[in-house]
DNA sequence: AACTTCACG
DNA sequence: ACGTACGTGAAGTTT
């Protein structure tokens, strides 16, 4: 048996890692005593964070309570593994900082289900983002182990992960090659796999009082862990690719890029990233630049370089002027790299065994409570339908996309009562549409109906004249006198933020939703609480319909939530039938207004639901 | 590490 | 008193 001893909080704790089968004995007659007193703490190493990458490897099973912890070596395999296994199907409720990771490792590596091990999971993450859900660098406590244990256990306890680094080094790895590479037996990373569970052990009880002062209901736990493990199912599944389409693609485009680059070049501008160097040669061309980054150096991004290539913010030509040829170029570029490489390329470069890929869902990520999915998987250019071409149905199904409608306008209707969007909405009118019959009278055109958007997407956000009308691209006086007329038409919008935000300040600077969920404001920019109450229900909405949906028993066709929108593959005889269930379980009223979805039913890749015949 | 850009809702 | 666009992930460049 290794043993490292450390302290935490004053406490002498111990981490035990066993090597004989008696030691492994010994480890069993730990965890039949330590399960009756409570819950055992789990986390696991492994070789990194692309799960499903072949080749990859669980190292170590750590399980723990508040002063031991045990480091099973489970990439021994034999009796170590077998142990890792018995101990998690047996060991009851358990506590797991960050479980999706860990839920989807041991489904994956050690044959322990998400279906088991989830409803048995308290997640201390999803507990510490409910007490402050903010990051470090937005003013938080931070929501990773390290931070939280600083503030809430000891604020010398080790920063297991940054540790490392240093031992990475010490054996000629990086960050990127250490976790595979670190020999199993480096003490370090023994005593700092064993420490986190201790941490994490030590972490739930002073996280649960701390609910209990704020009166943090026990449903929302419940509601957030149902959700995070509704995201994990879909992140197990993964997305199919059409390798066939994009691996050409990919090549296409760097093809493309290539092009663009060299005729950039042409100009003096050798990397089209750089911003100084595109100012400079434009400069150098004639062309005069005013916007300023924050920051204040001279803008080079798309919004200012369209004009001067005489294209609209669709790409098309206006037909003002000569187009600047290497605006032109510049543009091009740095589009066709994007898609190729962080799209295209990127689907290719991360494809399991079974040419899947598998974004990691967040079910919890924003400050609003918002989900965050990695790989570019919510960032898919949505303009053009090349790139979600690459995305596939499963052989025999087709993708089913059902949207909400104007869904953060709705909730902004039902939380501030704003009385003519409410009616509206019962009327089952178009909400964009009526607002503009209200600013404008009977006769409004089209794009008075594409200001009022703008213009309610505005208010919802915070925005000011001059950014709605950058962002609208209507005559000032236009939208000058439509905020006015907004103003007059839902006049209880301002008055709602502003209560929100006095309830906020009385509240230590956080509003609280109304499933409870707490956000804090930045003292400079209170006025944000309009976006952050709509923008968090509005992904509560989004958590009630996964929930809905699971009861309905379409989990197995969901593979990709999207803030307002639920992306699935369906077996196509049935498809019509499931978009008609999916729009139900998307439909429900919310404080008295009808929150609606409509399906969309299109071919067998996610491009066809965006003009693609395919 | 900070800044800038670009993709989305 | 007035007005403030919100939230992300990923990559490249510069410091």
Not at 408 to 429: S, T, Y
Request: overall charge neutral.
């Amino acid at each position: 048996m290794r043993e490292f001893r450390h302290d935490i909080a004053g406490d002498r704790v111990t981490v035990h890692v066993p090597e004989t089968a008696e030691d492994l004995d010994r480890f069993r007659e730990w965890l039949d005593r330590a399960r009756e007193r409570g819950p055992i703490a789990v986390d696991t190493e492994t070789t990194g964070l692309d799960i499903y990458r072949p080749g990859y490897r669980l190292r170590t099973v750590q399980l723990g309570d508040a002063h031991d912890a045990w480091v099973l070596l489970y990439e021994r395999g034999g009796e170590h593994a077998q142990h890792a296994r018995e101990a998690l199907q047996c060991c009851g409720h358990v506590l797991i900082h960050n479980a999706n990771f860990d839920w989807l490792v041991l489904d994956e590596h050690a044959g322990t289900p998400l279906e088991s091990l989830a409803p048995r999971t308290v997640d201390t993450r999803i507990l510490a983002t409910l007490i402050d859900p903010r990051q470090q660098s937005e003013g938080g406590i931070g929501t990773g182990l390290k931070p939280l244990s600083a503030r809430w256990v000891d604020p010398t306890a080790p920063d297991t992960q940054a540790g490392l680094q240093s031992v990475f080094r010490a054996h000629g790895l990086t960050k990127e090659t250490g976790w595979a590479g670190i020999p199993l037996m480096d003490p370090t990373f023994l005593l700092y796999a064993g420490l986190d569970v201790i941490l994490t052990a030590r972490l739930e009880p002073v996280l649960r009082r701390e609910h209990s002062r704020l009166g943090i209901r026990p449903e929302l736990v419940q509601y957030e862990h149902e959700i995070a493990r509704i995201c994990a199912v879909m992140q197990r599944r993964g997305l199919l690719v059409d390798q066939e389409y994009a691996e050409p693609l990919a090549r296409r485009l760097a093809e493309e890029a290539e092009r663009y680059r060299a005729m950039a070049a042409r100009y003096g501008v050798t990397k089209v990233g750089s911003s100084a160097q595109v100012a400079e040669a434009l400069a150098g061309m004639g062309e005069t630049l005013t916007e300023r980054t924050k920051s204040g150096a001279l803008q080079t991004d798309k919004a200012v370089l369209l004009p001067l290539a005489d294209l609209d913010r669709d790409w098309q030509r206006i037909g003002a002027r000569e187009p600047n040829p290497l605006a032109n170029a510049v543009l091009r570029a740095k589009r066709a790299k994007k898609w190729g490489e962080d799209y295209a390329q990127g689907f290719m470069s991360k494809l399991d065994a079974h040419g899947r890929i598998h974004p990691a869902i967040a079910p919890l990520a924003a400050r609003t409570g918002r989900m965050s999915v990695t790989d570019g998987l919510h960032q898919l250019p949505s303009s053009d339908h090349v790139v979600r071409r690459a995305i596939l149905a499963e052989p025999g199904h087709v993708k089913v996309s059902t949207d909400f409608v104007a869904v953060e306008l709705r909730v902004l209707a039902a939380l501030a009562h704003v009385r003519r969007m409410r009616e509206a909405i019962a009327a089952g009118e178009d909400l964009h549409a009526f607002t503009a019959r209200m600013v404008w009278g009977p006769d409004f055109t089209p794009r008075h109906r594409k200001v009022s958007k703008g213009i309610s997407f505005g208010k919802v956000y915070g925005g000011g004249l001059d950014v709605i009308v950058r962002q609208t691209g209507a005559p000032e006086a236009e939208v000058r006198s439509a905020l006015a007329a907004y103003d007059r038409v839902y006049p209880e919008i301002k008055r709602a933020a502003s209560r929100w935000q006095r309830q906020a300040v009385a509240n230590g600077m956080v509003y609280v939703s109304p499933v409870g969920r707490r956000l804090p404001l930045d003292r400079d920019r209170t006025y944000a609480v309009t976006n952050y109450a709509c923008q968090s229900t509005a992904r509560d909405v989004l958590g009630q319909a996964l929930l809905n949906m699971e009861a309905a028993g379409l989990l197995e066709y969901m593979r990709l939530p999207i803030h307002d929108e639920i992306l699935m593959s369906v077996p196509a005889e049935d498809a019509a039938d499931v978009a008609r269930e999916t729009e139900r379980c998307m439909t429900f009223p919310l404080f008295g207004v009808p929150i609606a979805a409509e399906a969309e039913v299109g071919g067998r890749s996610w491009g066809s639901l965006y003009g693609a015949d395919y």
